[in-house]
């Protein structure tokens, strides 16, 4: 597996401020966002799965404002100002991960999440999920581990240590294993 060691996030980038129905009302620095009890914002999660249907986790970087060293899904983060979704997930899964593959739009949620005094995430997210069996690139910035894991040991870790995982990845991961189970088990494979 290769790594990378490259920094992708900062806090001075722009992200999309946006009501509940996610309609753009302006723009602000990813810090100020997370502030306090946060201001909405765009952002999304994506989920990506290989052939066994094992999911690709990660644990956050230490470095991170929110919810470091905690387990969340293959990649998560924020469309920049000027960014339409697909670019964002594109971007940002080849930054994080090192994989550009075709993914799967499922649903749209809106969540606050507060991490202490750090601040808080007040989120609009937009759910994707892919299937590949490459080999991801981790970028060591944003991830300081990963593993493949099957749905069964997921669910099992998810319920004996809920404590290890993001809030988000908790309330998506319920909902996936709820209602798309099928749409996961049936998608293609991305060579």
Known sequence: MDLKNERVSFDDEKLILVDENDRVLGYENKDICHNGAGLLHRAFSIFVFNSKNELLLQKRSPEKRLWGNYWSNTCCSHPRKGETYEIAT??????????????????????????????????????????????????????????????????????????????????????????????????????
Not at 146 to 159: A, F, P, Q, T, V
Not at 170 to 191: G, N, P
Request: overall charge negative.
């Open 90 to 191: 594109h971007r940002r899964l080849e930054e994080e991960v090192g994989l550009d593959i075709p993914m799967q739009y499922l649903y749209k949620f809106q969540y606050q999440a507060r991490f202490g005094n750090e601040g808080s995430e007040n989120e609009v997210c937009s759910v994707y999920i892919a299937k590949t069996d490459r080999a991801p690139v981790i970028n060591r910035t944003e991830i300081s581990d990963w593993k493949y894991i099957s749905m069964d040991d997921l669910n099992r870790e998810l319920k004996n240590h809920p404590e290890h995982f993001t809030p988000w990845f908790k309330m998506e991961w319920q909902r996936l294993r709820d209602e798309y189970l099928e749409v996961i088990r049936h998608l293609s494979v991305q060579k």
